[in-house]
């Protein structure tokens, strides 16, 4: 490691990037993406897979641990375990994983178990198929979702983690049954607090449920105790019930802020390095890298403007950064 270690001015110590390859998706989630989609970025304007090799390269030298990848839907993209390959070569990137909402996975998880992936993220709002279809507004995607989580356990997956975006009316009467689910399956189901972007202020404002909602539920099932939870928890804090294969979690970015152990920092698909999830800060590292220049000021002067915390204030769009969906960055 070169002696310019991503450090911020708060001492956060930055070893974890995630990986935008595109802004497009399959689905339309309503708390995610506008159902006419996004203006997409152009073709010239992503990074080819060999740019993303670059900039982790980079950013190795300067103590980067582990990396994710996600979009928008990054299985949407093609040849997507060419770029796991290349990443999965660099010896001092100790974890590799995926975010997705598995309607390919079916058909892509060998090649990416086989590429180098580590562990997955799933997104699955609903065990109920027409919810499914509500919810994600793509109808059919269900069965194929499932699909790709059996195929992804069959490819040796694990811990495979699902991810449950809460939404009042939605999919709240289901907080037992993906909790119950935890019982029967080695599954890491994790509850998430909906954050406000430009597309979703209506649901946002009037269909958020906290977490800690979520556990009071949970509770009146059977007691559930503090656990450490799967590797690489980030900002998850984990409960199980006993005896279970699987825990429970909650992700808090609304009713509990956990920015003061932020590790991360997001690569968009065009090669915007953002400090944080939300607000406009962003710095340009696409074209000084097809410029030639040298990638380290251009690093060291994103992590000057990392800021102590995002300014996520429920139901408005003041502090998304004028963010318009969370695929737009990688989530
Ligand atoms: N398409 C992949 C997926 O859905 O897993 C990866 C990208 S998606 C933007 C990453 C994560 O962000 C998903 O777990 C999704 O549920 C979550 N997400 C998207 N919009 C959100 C919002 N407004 N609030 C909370 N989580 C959100
Ligand atoms: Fe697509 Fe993921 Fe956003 Fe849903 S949350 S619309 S699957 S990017």
């Given at each position: 490691m070169t002696d310019s270690a991503m450090i911020d001015q708060f001492g956060r110590r930055v070893e974890y990037l995630r990986i935008s390859v595109t802004d497009k998706c399959n689905l339309r989630c309503v708390y995610c993406m506008?159902?006419?989609?996004?203006p997409w970025l152009k073709r010239e304007e992503l990074l080819s897979y060999e740019e993303i090799a670059q900039i982790v390269g980079t950013m190795t030298d300067m103590g980067l641990r582990r990396v994710r990848i996600t979009g928008?839907?990054?299985?949407?993209?093609?040849?997507l375990p060419d770029l796991v390959s290349m990443i999965s070569k660099v010896p001092e990137i100790e974890d590799l994983s995926l975010s997705t909402n598995?309607?390919?996975?079916?058909?892509?998880a060998d090649a990416l178990r086989n590429a180098g992936i580590q562990r997955l993220n799933v997104s699955l709002d609903s065990l109920r198929a027409d919810r499914v279809d509500s919810i994600?507004?793509?109808?059919?995607?269900y069965p194929k979702i499932m699909e790709g989580l059996d195929a992804a356990a069959a490819a040796g997956f694990a811990p495979i983690k699902i991810n449950v975006v809460l939404i009042r009316g939605q999919n709240e009467d289901e907080i037992e049954d993906f909790a119950e689910i935890t019982r029967e399956r080695p599954w890491h189901v994790r509850f998430i607090e909906m954050m406000p972007t430009g597309a979703n202020l209506d649901l946002s404002a009037n269909q958020f449920i906290s977490c800690t909602e979520a556990l009071r539920r949970i509770e009146r099932i059977e007691s559930i105790e503090p656990v450490q939870g799967p590797f690489g928890n980030g900002p998850a804090r984990y409960y199980q019930f006993k005896g279970a294969p699987g825990t429970i979690g909650v992700i808090t970015p609304?009713?509990?802020?956990y920015c003061d152990r932020c590790n991360r920092m997001r690569l968009t698909a065009d090669g915007q390095l953002r400090?944080?999830?939300?607000?406009?800060t962003q710095t340009n590292l696409r074209d000084p890298l097809r410029a030639g220049e040298d990638l380290v000021p251009h690093i060291q002067e994103t992590l000057k403007i990392k800021p102590e915390r995002h300014q996520l204030i429920q139901g408005s769009d003041l502090g998304s950064g004028g963010l318009i969906a969370l695929s737009q960055t990688g989530g």
């Open positions: 506008p159902m006419e989609g996004l928008g839907e990054p299985l949407v993209r093609k040849d598995a309607v390919l996975l079916a058909e892509k994600a507004r793509r109808p059919g995607s609304m009713s509990h802020n400090p944080c999830l939300f607000g406009a």
